[in-house]
């Protein structure tokens, strides 16, 4: 993912969770912050609890929510450019003990998070009216 698209530093992420909407799936759950701007974009971020997983788990967790954004990123920024809003959105990774982090394969985690940045791509057009 591009320099440009990533969510960096604990004050962004501070602003994004205290100020943002939650939306939930099934897997991840979405904190968004959206606002109108004079230079739209999207930026990303990921959060995994640290006293659930380890380091090795975290990791994994990210790169497969990593590669499910990167398949939905030009749904977002094309909406994001059209509606000329920037975007900021955390995926927190919801810890469930029915799920088994080391067997997840990456299909379950794409479609949560593409169901989850179309009702993004819904907010953003939402707030511009």
């Known amino acids: 993912m591009k320099r440009r698209y990533v969510l960096r530093g604990r004050g962004a992420f501070s602003r994004v969770f205290a100020l943002g909407q939650r939306l939930e799936g099934s897997l991840v759950r979405a904190v968004l912050l959206v606002e109108r701007a004079n230079e739209p974009g999207v930026r990303i971020g990921y959060s995994i609890s640290s006293r659930r997983h380890s ?5 994994r ?4 929510m990593r590669e499910a954004v990167f398949r939905e990123l030009p749904v977002l920024t094309n909406t994001v450019l059209r509606e000329r809003c920037a975007v900021s959105v955390v ?6 003990p029915s799920v088994d982090v080391r067997r997840l ?3 379950p985690v794409a ?3 593409g169901s989850l940045c179309n009702q993004v791509a819904k907010l953003c057009s939402k707030v511009q009216q």
Do not use: E, G, P, Y
């Not at 380091?55 to 990791?59: E, G, I, S, W």
């Open 55 to 59: 380091a090795v788990m975290r990791n």
């Open 111 to 113: 479609s949560d998070i």
């Open 105 to 107: 394969k990456q299909q």
């Open 61 to 64: 967790l990210r790169r497969l």
């Open 91 to 96: 995926f927190v990774w919801r810890s469930s």
